[in-house]
């Protein structure tokens, strides 16, 4: 299960940040959360001295508060061995803007550069081929170290490989056991010619895969005497340049996920799990 992103060993589990220190009103305007932040800080902080090395948050989350408490989180580990992931939101897309809200990026994470910078999301009203140019801009600065997309579909990754003089390193985007829509054969096809590996976001449906597992999952749980978080991140980990990045923010939550790498689904149960029709 060895993985990496623009060549650098990556931990198939990572650790997302979605809710830490913040949220998104229903008209989908973020907000931040001040308070508690040392529980989201020790969980990130358990993650990363059990191996876990790849952090994905977002300029977005918490309106920048998610960054500054991963910042905390870091300090003290060797920060060469962390996989630093941020992306740029819609309101600093534009190609101009790119390399200054890199820098107030880096300032809440406390650390000089970003292993990864994704444009978040392919919004209609950004100009994409800019907005990847922009990230190109902080490559040249030394600001990132690898050019990643997130929420975009084949046309569009094909965009930002003509558009981007690096290659595009990493495409995130929703995929589960129960939601494969956007990680399509002809997806896949194109992330293993160009080397670009794929971090699914929303691995667990946000416990609502654990909450009332399949029957299916339950019974190969029992079979492998596994839980079912553990079956269903196995199965996503499992796939050849994929990686999930589930968030946890409980020691047992992170505990348990980390139990999907110790065991095999044997190939007749993965077929299975591969025939599974989405809900
Ligand atoms: P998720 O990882 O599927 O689910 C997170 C939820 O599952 C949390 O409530 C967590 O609880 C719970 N959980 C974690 N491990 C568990 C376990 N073993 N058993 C039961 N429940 C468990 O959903 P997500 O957070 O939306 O997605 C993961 C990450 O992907 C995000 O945090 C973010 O970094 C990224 N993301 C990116 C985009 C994008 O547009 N690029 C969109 C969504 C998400 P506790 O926290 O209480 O432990």
Redesign the pocket.
């Known amino acids: 299960m060895k993985k990496n992103i623009n060549g650098f060993p990556i931990h198939p589990v990572g650790i ?4 830490m220190g913040g949220g998104m009103f229903t008209d989908k305007i973020p907000f931040a959360v001040y308070g508690g932040e040392e529980k989201e800080i020790e969980a990130i902080r358990y993650s990363l001295s059990k191996g876990q090395n790849h952090i ?3 300029q977005m989350y918490g309106m920048g508060h998610t960054e500054e408490i991963v910042g905390n989180a870091i300090q003290g580990f060797d920060r060469s061995k962390i996989f630093l992931a941020s ?1 740029i939101w819609r309101t600093h897309a534009l190609r101009l803007s790119v390399v200054k809200q890199v820098a107030e990026m880096l300032k809440r994470l406390q650390t000089t550069y970003l292993d990864l910078l ?1 444009m ?2 392919p919004w209609p009203e950004v100009d994409l081929e800019q907005c990847i140019q922009g990230i190109n801009d902080a490559v040249d600065r030394g600001l990132v170290r690898a050019v990643g997309v ?2 975009f579909n084949l046309e569009q990754v094909e965009q930002a490989i003509a558009a981007s003089k690096y290659p595009i390193a990493a495409l ?1 985007n ?1 995929y ?1 056991l129960t939601y494969r829509s956007e990680f399509s054969p002809e997806l896949r096809a194109l992330c293993r010619t160009h080397t670009i590996t794929f971090v699914a ?7 609502k895969l ?1 909450d009332n597992p399949l029957p299916l999952i339950t019974k190969l749980a029992k079979k492998y005497q596994k ?1 079912p ?1 553990q079956v269903i991140l196995n199965w996503v980990i499992s796939q050849e340049g994929v990686v999930a ?6 020691k047992k ?1 992170i505990d ?2 980390l139990g999907a790498l110790t065991f095999e689904i044997e190939e007749k149960d993965k077929e299975v799990l591969d025939n599974l029709s989405s809900l």
């Open positions: 997302g940040t979605w809710l994905d948050t977002a992306k994704y978040h999301a997130s929420n995130q929703h589960s976001y929303k691995p667990l449906e946000r416990k654990t839980t978080a990045i589930p968030k946890a923010s409980w939550h348990e996920n």
